[in-house]
């Protein structure tokens, strides 16, 4: 049997113990990126958040089943939404169809998450191929009575919802009155939110799809409320996201969800706190944010990010800076480097479940099970590296059984033998160190690095680790 596991549910606000639907299996749905752009690093925070979620069920015992969405419908993110479509504005900018732009962007997505261990969901789907199954959504919330069509138009009408405000804990009256809308006058309340336009703000929408209602495309909320039920059912175990998805996109999702089905339809919502830099939020909207490739130029390792990540608790701001981010390098990069030195030792036989590989393990997914507090597992980490009573075996048994929810790819970490033309740019940097030709040598050094090794100049002269292979 899976070993017992608590979670914080933003709908509850209390840590609980979690409850599967089906005994020892998961259901988990984390909203997918919207691909006008390339994910940015504070998008990417969330995605290791559900990675390290799913990655800790796996280990404990659980099937795990995680879906995630693609959102390339070049749609509105919500009703208020002023400016073009971004999908829209991406492909001009590029010249470029919206169904290419959302290929190259959704192809980028998973390159940067692979690049920070994120495993793939076992269930990839896009928003393009389930127009029909937003429809069909649509149609019943018209039906049952809480939607209604207004010039081709279909709104959600949120006064039917009584629960309506209590996710988020909104304000609707306070909210309406400082926020800058253009009056909609298809709308009884401006409250109610839109599940279909085919009388859009935006008349020139490439992506356009034939409904009972006119050829329009769908609101962005009801992607998540079809999909979901598709792959998981109407009543599913847990549902992922930003912080900022709270008062808006999941608060009108479960309104879609729970009216249609009748029923409570998610247990468990969780969502990740943002990635900060000094100026506030980083967001996708407001340009200059930074994107994995920027930090591998930088010469950072995209797995030191992770480890970033990993010292900090998922309901935390982190506040993102290149010191943290070279501070998180080093640390993991001596982690790797002990790694290393433990596999060159001798192999020695151990046994898995003395006393204190058990005291071990036990603090560690306690750690884990609580909340995912990752920053607690990390200490435990750090404590078997320097526990002098255990071998080189047990070390790297412990670390390698850790690494399941980790994914800091430790147990890959065996940096084997430099090739020849690996061995060839590492003399040439020496020779340009010699000659303090020092712009040379930087440039041998990023080359080394986007072949996965990191360097470090020390007395004993230059120190190498495989960081990827
Ligand atoms: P988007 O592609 O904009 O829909 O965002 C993808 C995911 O990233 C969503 O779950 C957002 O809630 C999340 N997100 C957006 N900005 C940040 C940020 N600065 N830090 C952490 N997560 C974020
Ligand atoms: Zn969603």
């Known amino acids: 049997m899976p070993k017992q596991i608590s979670l914080f549910n933003t709908a509850t606000r209390t840590v ?29 925070r969330t995605y290791v958040f559900e990675d390290v979620l799913r990655r800790t069920f796996d280990a404990i015992g659980y099937k795990v089943n995680h879906v995630m969405n693609i959102t390339d419908v070049g749609h509105l993110q919500s009703d208020a939404d002023d400016g073009d479509d971004k999908m829209l504005l991406a492909s001009k900018r590029e010249q470029k169809s919206p169904w ?12 940067h998450s692979e690049a920070l261990g994120v495993v793939k969901p076992h269930i990839v789907c896009k928003a393009t191929d389930h127009i029909q199954e937003m429809i069909d959504m649509v149609e019943q919330l ?15 009408e949120v006064s039917k919802f009584d629960d309506y405000t209590k996710f988020a804990n909104l304000q609707l009256d306070a909210q309406q009155a ?7 006058e298809n709308k009884r309340d401006q409250a109610d939110f839109c599940l279909w336009f085919s009388q859009s703000k935006y008349p020139n929408q490439i992506m356009k799809w034939d409904s ?30 930003g912080i900022d998805h709270i008062p808006v996109h999941h608060t009108n999702e479960i309104a879609q969800s729970d009216c249609c089905h009748g029923h409570q339809t998610v247990n468990l919502w969780m969502h990740g706190a ?8 980083m967001s996708k909207s407001a340009g200059g944010f930074l994107t994995v490739d920027r930090l ?8 030191a990010y992770r480890y970033l990540i990993l010292t900090a608790h998922y309901r935390s701001e982190l506040k993102f800076s290149f010191d943290a981010l070279e501070s998180a390098q080093n640390a993991y990069q001596g982690l790797l480097e002990k790694i290393q030195e433990w596999r060159s030792g001798d192999v020695i036989d151990i046994n898995e479940d003395s006393e204190t590989l058990r005291e071990y393990k036990q603090k560690f997914w306690q750690a884990m099970c609580e909340d995912l507090h990752t920053p607690s597992a990390l200490t435990v980490v750090w404590s078997v590296v320097k526990d002098k009573h255990l071998n080189n075996s047990e070390k790297l048994h412990l670390v390698t059984d850790f690494d399941r929810a980790l994914g800091l790819e430790l147990a890959k970490v065996d940096r ?27 440039r041998l050094r990023d080359e080394l690095l986007a072949l996965g090794i990191t360097l470090k100049d020390s007395k004993n002269g230059m120190e190498w680790t495989r960081v990827k292979k």
């Open 178 to 184: 400082t926020e800058r809308v253009e009056k909609d």
């Open 16 to 44: 609980e113990v979690f409850k599967p639907i089906t005994p020892g299996e998961v259901g988990i749905y984390c909203c997918g990126p919207t691909v006008y752009n390339y994910a940015h690093i504070g998008n990417l």
């Open 296 to 303: 591998t130029e930088e010469n950072f390792a995209p797995l």
């Open 100 to 111: 290419d732009i959302a290929e190259f962007y959704t192809k980028e997505f998973f390159r």
């Open 212 to 241: 009972p209602w006119g050829v329009g495309f769908p609101g962005w909320h009801i992607e998540c409320s079809a999909m979901s039920r598709k792959y998981l059912g109407d009543r599913f175990d847990i549902h992922c996201g």
């Open 274 to 281: 943002f990635l900060t830099v000094d100026s506030g939020k």
């Open 142 to 156: 018209v039906a049952k009575g809480f939607a209604y069509e207004a010039n081709g138009n279909v709104y959600f």
């Open 416 to 442: 084997g033998d430099l090739s020849e033309h690996e061995q060839t740019l590492m003399e040439q940097r020496k020779l340009a160190r010699d000659n303090k030709q020092w712009a040379e040598s930087d």
